[in-house]
């Protein structure tokens, strides 16, 4: 198969653009194209073998990417002289005449027409006398050339002799002209084509009078070929054929065409599915799925003229069609409302039939059965094509979707696999907002069941500490607010159980359950907790009288008298009340304190109300305020890293440390000082120790990557006995590892205290171990501080001592300290293992350091700790001044 020329692609979809300011491609010709025309050939009748009608074959029998050659690029082929520029075919010409039955004298041989498939037999038997071309015979050397080359293209092409551009085309062109051929050979390009010449005759006059070859990609062209006018798009290519035995100038001109008609359609339609797809992901409803959908389709009003959606009404018994939503149309609404008719007064039975069926059906006649309208004012089309949506559960479908065909379209297969494919999207979509619906729904009922009590229909005890806990967070804004929670419990539920039976003592819960909405004031919550305790929540409260005034009521309300066996049984309540305030924040706090004055009622004798006292060891509700706050801390976003850089004495940045402070809301920025403790008391240790590893290993990994080639800093975190006893440390440490630090970019270190080597544990050391093979580097944290002994220094397989903070602060003024620090700095080289000083203040203190030679130093003299990890400029040396 031959390779051709580009011709040059257009600026765009309509643009007539010069073929010589495009770059040529190689491309081939289609099998498509070869088969087309060789069975072309091989019919002079225009039937193939099978059977097939060749003048009617559809559009795209070019070559398949896209591309049309013109005339002077297939001559390119056979003659390396000729060009795509428009310029005169040379000499080259006469070269290729004998080759194709032209002596060169103007004389015909009867060969010009001959194996040249129907088209040249056609031309062959054409009296060409009658037409304005004259006796065959008596034409020049560059007409039977330009024939020549036509009758041989594989490609659609069409010769446009003289001014009057008298039409010769090839077995090719034969499925673009339908039924205007073969009454088109011969006959002027204007007479053949009067519907396109408003478009085309400018260009054509152009490249006739001279001009440049010109090119355009999917020009719209609307063609009478079947009897109607239809929308069609090509690739068309104008080239000139000038008249090389003569003056030079231009004789006819080229016309080279592609259909590409499918291929816009199906671009065009595959945006309309992609954008129906996109509108309709994230519909709550199937309304809002209709509405959506027909926003789609109105965009798109050359393929979807107008397009009813109608749905089956899930509540009717027999099968009815509600309109949902349409575009396009104009008029009477209630004129629409009558598509859903499925009955003897069905205006449309093809819509009941598609309905039924489960098949797409066409609908013709329109508007003459139907009154349409169309938005736009033009004339409705006279057909339209109804697609079933997906099958419901009784088998038939949910609704139908009614789409009016554009008179210039083409109701083809790939018209109606269109409109399916709509069909089926659309199908989709509603059922998955149903679904969502349909979960929603069942959701909703859990949901009200989880937080419901069965027997009473209150709120249960997750309902009333979830309204607590939105009732405590409205509570800290700009006005704060004060909450209150009454704790019922019943004096003598127990005996009405034994004597009457569960079902007496179910009715009186369910009575109580009345009296307490009635007895509480509007917008309180009364909850059951379990068995025969309450609690109400008060919201508002602007003083401590006003909730003692329901208190009292709820006393007064629930002595309730019951019979049984001769004797009277008053059952009555005990009221436990605590208010919210500073030490009393956390809904379960809350709900404890009041179950505490609860108990307290009951020791007063029962049938009362105790306030909780907020005087009661105030120091030991702080530090359990500061344990839940911390809990909270650990779900929540409060928890912070700050990173002080640890540098070596040349002034450059070695690594940092990450240090924990805990963003509180009501106390502010929290250092370790004034939580930890009360961590290892409550044993929170552990998962604190855990999140801060995470986070300093997860931010490690995306910071290092950013460091400069070579460098690959360490990142220190302090670590407590308790983590390193804990059996899931290692694992835990492993997986972070490998999930933050596959290409070892940067280097962890864990500080850990003296008090951990305090004892010995074989595991705390085997985890040392295992973590030191591991890369993972190890320091003594705040030694000097006492704590251990130095035997753990060979038992640890260790990589630095850290001088403590207090012993660097006095080294100064205390020569004591001094002789320390220094004892230290040369243990740790003795060693083989770093020292590191921390807590470095002043200049005399590193001036100190210096002259020990200490390793690494840390401190608000070098840096503060910041929020933020260093930026790779920052990797720099740091001034220090040498001793």
């Known amino acids: 198969m031959t390779a051709r020329p580009h011709i040059g692609r257009g600026r765009g979809p309509g643009a007539m653009v010069p073929v010589d300011a495009v770059a040529p491609v190689d491309t081939v010709l289609s099998a498509d194209t070869m088969d087309t025309v060789d069975a072309a050939r091989d019919n002079p009748d225009g039937a193939n073998p099978d059977g097939v009608d060749l003048r009617a074959v559809g559009p795209h029998t070019a070559g398949s990417d896209g591309l049309c050659p013109s005339s002077a690029a297939l001559a390119g082929v056979r003659q390396s002289s000729a060009g795509l520029d428009g310029t005169a075919l040379d000499t080259g010409l006469d070269t290729g005449l004998n080759g194709i039955g032209v002596d060169g004298t103007g004389g015909a041989d009867g060969r010009m027409f001959a194996t040249r498939g129907v088209m040249g037999r056609l031309a062959a038997a054409t009296d060409w006398a009658g037409t304005a071309l004259g006796p065959a015979e008596e034409w020049n050397s560059t007409l039977r050339m330009a024939v020549s080359i036509c009758l041989d293209s594989a490609f659609p092409e069409a010769l446009l002799w003289g001014p009057e ?199 013709r006649g329109l508007p003459g059965r139907f009154p349409i309208r169309l938005a736009s004012g033009c004339r409705p089309p006279a057909s339209a094509i109804a697609a079933p949506l997906a099958e419901g559960c009784d088998g038939l479908a949910i609704g139908l979707l009614l789409v009016g065909v554009n008179d210039r379209l083409a109701p083809d297969d790939d018209y109606r696999d269109f409109v399916e494919l709509l069909a089926g999207q659309i199908s989709t979509a509603v059922v998955v907002a149903r679904a969502g619906e349909v979960e929603r729904a069942r959701a909703a009922d859990a949901r009200y069941r989880a937080l419901h009590d069965g027997l009473t229909g209150l709120p249960n005890r997750t ?46 819960l369910r009575e109580v359950a009345g009296r307490l909405r009635r007895a509480v004031r509007p917008g309180d919550t009364v909850a059951r907790f379990s068995g025969d305790e309450f609690a109400i929540l008060c919201e508002d409260i602007t003083s401590a009288s006003c909730v003692e005034a329901v208190a009292e009521r709820l006393v007064s309300t629930l002595a309730i008298p019951r019979t049984a066996c001769e004797r009277t049984i008053t059952v009555t309540a005990s009221v436990g009340i605590a208010v919210s305030g500073p030490e009393l924040s956390d809904p379960e706090d809350i709900l404890r304190a009041a179950d505490i004055a609860m108990y307290a009622a009951k020791r007063q004798g029962r049938s009362c109300h105790m306030v909780f006292d907020e005087t009661m060891r105030a120091r030991a509700r702080r530090r359990m305020r500061t344990g839940n706050d911390l809990r909270r801390a650990l779900v929540t976003d409060e928890l912070r890293l700050f990173y002080q850089p640890v540098v070596n004495m040349a002034g450059e940045l070695t690594g940092v440390e990450a240090l924990l402070r805990w963003q509180h809301p009501e106390r502010g920025l929290l250092e370790p000082d004034a939580f930890l403790a009360v961590a290892e008391e409550t044993g929170l240790i552990v998962p604190l120790g855990r999140r801060v590893l995470e986070m300093a290993c997860r931010t490690a990994g995306r910071w290092a990557p950013k460091l400069p080639a070579g460098v690959a800093p360490r990142i220190a975190v302090d670590v407590s006995a308790c983590q390193l006893a804990d059996p899931r440390f290692l694992s835990e440490i492993i997986a972070l590892l490998e999930a933050t630090n596959a290409d070892d970019r940067y280097e962890l270190g864990l500080e850990i ?53 207090r012993c660097v602060a006095r080294m100064t003024e205390d020569p004591a300290e001094h002789a320390v620090v220094a004892a230290v700095i040369g243990l740790a080289h003795t060693l083989g293992l770093t020292a590191v000083a921390n807590g470095v203040e002043t200049p005399e203190q590193l001036a100190a350091l210096q002259t020990l030679r200490c390793d690494l130093v840390q401190g608000r003299l070098l840096a503060s700790p910041q929020p933020d990890l260093p930026a790779p400029l920052d990797w720099q040396p740091i001034a220090i001044e040498r001793c």
């Open 165 to 363: 551009l008298i039409m010769i085309y090839n077995d090719a062109y034969l499925p673009i002209l339908g039924h205007k051929h073969p009454r088109s050979l011969g006959r002027p390009f204007r007479q053949v084509w009067p519907e396109t010449w408003e478009i085309m005759g400018p260009a054509l006059e152009r490249v006739l009078a001279g001009g440049a070859a010109v090119s355009t990609d999917d020009q719209l062209l609307l063609l009478d070929r079947r009897g109607y006018q239809e929308e069609c798009h090509f690739t068309l290519s104008l080239s000139p054929v000038r008249d090389v035995m003569g003056d030079g100038g231009v004789a006819a001109v080229m016309a080279t065409g592609r259909e590409t008609t499918r291929q816009v359609f199906a671009t065009r339609r595959l945006a309309c599915l992609r954008e129906l797809a996109t509108a309709t992901a994230d519909s709550y409803d199937p309304w809002e799925v209709c509405t959506r959908v027909i926003e789609v389709l109105g965009r798109y009003p050359a393929d979807v003229s107008y397009s009813v959606l109608l749905m089956r009404d899930p509540d009717a018994q027999q099968p009815v069609l509600r309109p949902a939503a349409s575009c396009g149309l104009a008029g009477d609404p209630r004129d629409i409302d009558r598509l859903g008719a499925l009955g003897a007064e069905a205006p449309l039975p093809e819509l009941a039939d598609a309905l039924f069926s489960g098949q797409a059906r066409p609908v």
């Open 463 to 508: 309902a009333l500490l979830d309204r607590l806990h939105q009732a405590l967070t409205g509570a800290r804004g700009d006005r704060p607010r004060r909450v209150a929670v009454l704790f019922v419990d019943l004096d003598g539920f127990k005996t009405v159980n034994d004597s009457l039976g569960h079902h007496a003592g179910d009715d009186l």
């Open 753 to 805: 205290t003296e008090s951990a080597f305090a004892d010995d544990v074989p595991a705390v050391t085997a985890a040392l171990r295992d973590l030191c093979a591991r890369g993972v580097s190890l320091y003594v944290d705040d030694f000097g501080a006492g704590y251990s002994s130095l035997s753990c220094l060979h038992r640890a397989p260790l990589d630095g001592l850290k001088i403590d903070k």
